[in-house]
């Protein structure tokens, strides 16, 4: 079965830091791109950031550029978000996804329907004090 699993967030005062994890099962990271993206309350969803296994490209959306890291474990088989700095307008569900090397980490990022690619069902990151 195909599935991608979200793990990591919480709660966070502003300035603090989370690590996301991504986990898949039934397919290799190795052969997709893979984003995450997030959905703030009341908001469309966005991508954040994207990372192609096949060239190694990576891509950061201006809102979290300098504070937030993507990295993959190929052996693990688990893309990571690390989010430094954040901030409240950081808050909402964060989602993980992977789709065929035919998209670019912009192309990626930029496409955010979710019926298009494997995603997971999100994990919630609260920024407040």
């Known amino acids: 079965q195909l599935q991608l699993v979200e793990s990591g967030g919480g709660v966070v005062q502003p300035g603090g830091s989370l690590r996301l994890s991504c986990g898949a099962s039934?397919?290799?990271?190795?052969?997709?791109?893979t984003g995450w993206f997030r959905q703030a309350p009341g908001k469309e969803r966005e991508g954040v950031s994207c990372?192609?296994?096949?060239?190694?490209?990576?891509y950061y959306s201006d809102s979290v550029k300098g504070r937030f890291t993507i990295s993959r474990d190929s052996a693990k088989n688990t893309v990571y978000l690390q989010m430094n700095n954040l901030k409240p307008e950081d808050t909402g569900v964060y989602y993980c996804?992977?789709?065929?090397?035919?998209?670019?980490?912009?192309?990626?990022?930029?496409?955010?329907?979710?019926?298009?690619?494997?995603w997971g069902k999100g994990t919630l990151v609260t920024v407040s004090s």
């Open positions: 996804a992977a789709r065929p090397f035919s998209f670019t980490v912009h192309t990626m990022c930029g496409t955010t329907s979710t019926d298009k690619g494997f």
């Open positions: 039934g397919f290799k990271f190795d052969y997709y791109v």
């Open positions: 990372i192609s296994a096949m060239d190694g490209s990576i």
